[in-house]
């Protein structure tokens, strides 16, 4: 049985790749729809996705919790982003997947070096 399709954001962009082998998925709401929902829950991944408010309603305490519990741990993944980007200039222009991953891995590689210096 082939691989059902990728889902596509509003943007039309795709937001998943099938190399990933985590068992759940970050997001912010910009990607929760039902089509990726259920895209995942048929892949059996975990969605921690945020959610939205409905419109014209206040956020529900509870999930307004759960969204502040997401976004600590993201915080946490975009911090090394933000590092390596801004300290570090890390912008991949290669022409070639295995030269991107090799300056990806470089860059954190010296990342790690300079958090534990």
């Given at each position: 049985?082939?691989?059902?399709?990728?889902?596509?954001?509003?943007?039309?962009?795709?937001?998943?790749?099938?190399?990933?082998?985590?068992?759940?998925?970050?997001?912010?709401?910009?990607?929760?729809?039902?089509?990726?929902?259920?895209?995942?829950?048929?892949?059996?991944?975990?969605?921690?996705?945020?959610?939205?408010?409905?419109?014209?309603?206040?956020?529900?305490?509870?999930?307004?919790?759960?969204?502040?519990?997401?976004?600590?741990?993201?915080?946490?993944?975009?911090?090394?982003?933000?590092?390596?980007?801004?300290?570090?200039?890390?912008?991949?222009?290669?022409?070639?997947?295995?030269?991107?991953?090799?300056?990806i891995?470089?860059a954190?590689?010296?990342?790690?070096?300079?958090?534990?210096?």
């Amino acid at each position: 049985m082939p691989a059902p399709p990728m889902p596509m954001t509003a943007h039309g962009c795709r937001f998943w790749s099938a190399d990933n082998t985590a068992s759940g998925v970050w997001a912010d709401t910009a990607y929760r729809s039902r089509k990726n929902e259920a895209f995942l829950a048929s892949s059996m991944f975990t969605s921690n996705i945020h959610q939205r408010r409905k419109p014209r309603r206040p956020l529900p305490e509870r999930i307004a919790r759960a969204n502040t519990r997401r976004s600590k741990i993201r915080a946490q993944v975009e911090h090394v982003f933000a590092g390596q980007k801004h300290r570090m200039g890390l912008v991949v222009r290669t022409i070639g997947i295995a030269r991107a991953t090799i300056k990806i891995g470089m860059a954190n590689l010296a990342y790690n070096f300079q958090r534990l210096a």
